[in-house]
């Protein structure tokens, strides 16, 4: 299995930009998670998807962030606008029912 | 009470050590307890994990001691060795049918010295 897919690796964007985070779930993951990686904060979770429900959105920062799923194998995670601040890695991680949780290599997000 | 609380932030052992990183948790509803282990440039990767009817388990050298009394638990790593220097997270999760929550520890950056 190729594991869970993120693109792109790697983002530098301009404050006010609109950034869009990608992420393919391992085939036969129903859960799907959001997390947000920095040096000060760790690993934060922000939003899960459950059979492409959100489950539990409250992680989420503010109304400049959403996430989707649209379908088992695909969810997005937009910013916009984005701002300094939302520099780090977002990691998406999936897992079945009663199983491990795979996390991607991460986006890491520069906004200048 | 959704936190969980990681010491210390780093951690420096000479080969051959143990490294002991601890954690604690508030919630009682928390029922599994993972530790992942992170490389640099790499996503964090499932190390071993411990539910809370058991007080300890061991894999090579990796031992997950469990206190459910004092709501905590601990990695340890036995004679530790250069190749295990990365970034180590406790987590706890509620696990119920169709839904999960992962809450991490801020992180334990280990260095093991030659």
């Known amino acids: 299995d190729a594991g869970v897919i993120q693109s792109p690796r790697h983002e530098v964007t301009e404050m006010g930009q609109e950034v869009t985070l990608r992420c393919k779930p391992i085939?036969?993951?129903?859960?799907l998670f959001w997390y947000r990686q920095t040096m000060m904060r760790g690993l934060e979770l922000l939003i899960y998807?459950?059979?492409?429900?959100?489950?539990?959105d409250s992680g989420m920062p503010e109304d400049r962030f959403s996430a989707k799923m649209p379908n088992a194998s695909f969810s997005t995670l937009k910013i916009q606008p984005s701002e300094p601040r939302d520099s780090a890695v977002y990691f998406c991680a999936s897992k079945t029912e009663g199983g491990e949780l795979f996390f991607g290599e991460g986006s890491r997000l520069t906004v200048l | 009470q959704q936190q969980v609380k990681q010491s210390p932030q780093s951690l420096i052992v000479q080969k051959g050590g143990i490294s002991i990183i601890n954690c604690a948790y508030e919630n009682t509803a928390f029922d599994y307890f993972p530790w992942y282990q992170q490389f640099p440039g790499k996503g964090p990767a499932l190390l071993i994990a411990i539910r809370p009817d058991v007080s300890e388990k061991k894999e090579g050298r990796f031992t997950i001691s469990f206190n459910k009394s004092a709501k905590q638990f601990s990695l340890h790593i036995m004679d530790s060795q250069p190749g295990d220097s990365a970034t180590y997270f406790c987590?706890?999760?509620?696990?119920?049918?169709?839904?999960?929550?992962?809450?991490f520890g801020t992180g334990t950056r280990l260095k093991v010295l030659a």
């Open positions: 998807f459950n059979n492409n429900v959100p489950i539990d």
């Open positions: 085939s036969g993951h129903n859960s």
């Open positions: 987590a706890a999760s509620i696990g119920t049918s169709g839904t999960y929550k992962y809450i």
